[in-house]
Nanobody, 129 residues
């Protein structure tokens, strides 16, 4: 199994980014997925989760206005659109795969990446002028 996040980088405040999480080695459209992030010196913070078919989507309160999660099952790719970027969005962004037990149990994120079924290596987003 391989999850590869990409699309991060240095962006000015107010800018936008679309992060991608490309998956391989398992049946992508069998599983729900989440985006989480980790800012410098802080723990993992949940951003959003999406069901295998894209029909159920959940966002953290802070993410409801500027973040959009989506997926393309034909491309085995999960996306995160981030608009109006702020300095506090600076973090490493990770995608994670949720087991059915966790998804249907309402567990969309965890304090450590290892609790996900599968997870990627992360992509750095730095928001600075």
């Amino acid at each position: 199994v391989n999850l590869v996040e990409s699309g991060g980088g240095l962006v000015q405040p107010g800018g936008s980014l679309r992060l991608s999480c490309s998956a391989s080695g398992y049946t992508f459209d069998d599983y729900a997925m989440s985006w989480v992030r980790q800012a410098p010196g802080k723990g993992l913070e949940w951003i959003a989760s999406m069901a295998w078919n894209g029909y159920s989507i959940y966002y953290a309160e802070f993410a409801k206005d500027r973040f959009t999660i989506s997926r393309d099952n034909d491309k085995s790719t999960l996306y995160l659109q981030i608009d109006s970027l702020r300095s506090e969005d600076t973090a490493v962004y990770y995608c994670g795969v949720l087991s059915d037990e966790d998804w249907f149990g309402g567990r969309y994120y965890f304090p450590t990446l290892e609790k996900f079924l599968y997870w990627g290596q992360g992509t750095q987003v730095t928001v600075s002028s």
